[in-house]
């Protein structure tokens, strides 16, 4: 039989790669992308694969209850891949009711959809939420985040998105939904939103702007190049255990100024500029409020239950996507007009 998978979000910068891997790896599936088309979402990133026969589009908000209903009734999918979300920990800080909306009411409207349409059997069927390490809260200078971790969220994204999480693990506990989630570590390459670190960095060393890094730039962070993640939300989707979460990392942390001191010398290296000149472009700016210091995954149990390994390795990954950004400054220009310079001006100009 057919399987028909629903991924949601699949326009974003992540869902557009896990949208891309589950077309072309199950070319046997029908693979339907949900997805509200807000800032963030962008129907360029697919045009590779908008006419391939087994994928399909649909425009929906998930805090839309009845529509939600309504596109599962008639859908009727097997599993769900859910991505949609408010991601961007500033914007929060700024408007956290929106995460609270699409973060945690757009989750359950999609938990009570399966639910409903799963009622008879759930044999076959599989609800995956994607989500993040943020939930764990924030590690000093050791330590790394297990499964085990207590949820500890500062910031209106993570607890928006802790929330989620355990509404998803109710599901399970409560009316045994078959479950699965993955908790990642941050996430870099073509496609990403230039409302975070590494993409707004490319832009502005191509626009010769200042490049902000919030407080002393010690902040931790430990980077995934985003298909190595969808790789293993394709891996969790098929072979995690029922009501199991994962982390997904790569052993991988740079501390913020490091990392953009590496980015500033190979865009200095692939534009033809020498050396040391996009580092000047580097200005210390104004903390943002709750910032944690350290993010860090152990990414052993998906690693050894499940022999999952990342394919590139940070430097190659920062090159490929140094290059992808060079090769599509159209997009850039694009999704940097309109709304975005206000956004920036707003967010940088305190
Ligand atoms: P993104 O902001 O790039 O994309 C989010 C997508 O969700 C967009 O296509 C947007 O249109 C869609 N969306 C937003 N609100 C919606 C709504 N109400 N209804 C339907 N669609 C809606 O986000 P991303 O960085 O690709 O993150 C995707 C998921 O992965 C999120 O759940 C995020 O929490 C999680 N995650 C992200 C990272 C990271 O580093 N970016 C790391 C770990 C986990
Ligand atoms: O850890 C996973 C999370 O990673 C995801 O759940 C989020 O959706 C994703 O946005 C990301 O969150 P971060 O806040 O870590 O990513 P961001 O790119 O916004 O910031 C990375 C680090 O860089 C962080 O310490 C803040 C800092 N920073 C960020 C921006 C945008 C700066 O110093 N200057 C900036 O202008």
Request: aromatic fraction near 12%; glycine fraction near 8%; charge should be negative.
């Amino acid at each position: 039989m057919k399987k028909t998978v629903l991924i949601t979000g699949g326009a974003g910068f992540i869902g557009s790669h896990v949208v891309r891997e589950f077309v072309t790896t199950h070319p046997d599936y029908q693979i339907i992308n949900l997805d509200a088309l807000t800032y963030a979402g962008n129907l360029e990133n697919l045009r590779d694969v908008e006419y391939v026969p087994n994928y399909t589009f649909i425009k929906a908000d998930i805090t839309d209850a009845a529509h939600i209903r309504d596109i599962f009734s008639e859908c009727r999918p097997d599993g769900v891949v859910h991505l949609a979300a408010e991601s961007h920990v500033d914007r929060s800080i700024t408007d956290p009711s929106a995460f609270v909306m699409t973060n945690v009411i757009g989750t359950v409207n999609l938990l009570n959809a399966a639910k409903e349409i799963w009622k008879d059997s759930y044999e076959g069927k599989r609800f995956h939420h994607v989500s993040t390490d943020e939930v764990y809260g924030a590690l000093g200078e050791t330590g790394l985040f297990t499964e085990e971790t207590k949820y500890d969220p500062h910031s209106p994204y993570s607890a928006s998105k802790a929330s989620s999480d355990h509404f998803v693990r109710a599901y399970h506990d409560t009316y045994s939904l078959p479950i699965v989630l993955t908790n990642c570590s941050n996430n870099y390459g073509p496609n990403h939103f230039p409302e975070k670190l590494i993409p707004l960095c490319i832009h502005n060393i191509l626009n010769s702007k200042p490049l902000p890094i919030y407080g002393d730039g010690k902040y931790t962070r430990d980077w995934l190049y985003v298909i190595d993640h969808a790789k293993a939300i394709d891996l969790v989707f098929h072979k995690g255990i029922n009501g199991e979460a994962y982390n997904v990392g790569g052993f991988n942390e740079w501390q913020n100024i490091d990392l953009v001191k590496e980015l500033c010398r190979q865009m200095d290296e692939k534009l033809g500029r020498p050396e040391g000149t996009s580092a000047e472009l580097i200005t210390f700016v104004k903390d943002r409020p709750g910032h944690d210091v350290r993010y860090a995954i152990d990414a052993t149990k998906i690693n050894q239950e499940l022999g999952y390994q990342p394919s590139v390795t940070f430097e190659e990954g920062l090159s490929k996507t140094i290059d992808w950004f060079l090769g599509n400054q159209e997009w850039l220009d694009r999704v940097t007009s309109g709304d975005y310079q206000q956004y920036y001006e707003k967010q940088y100009s305190k």
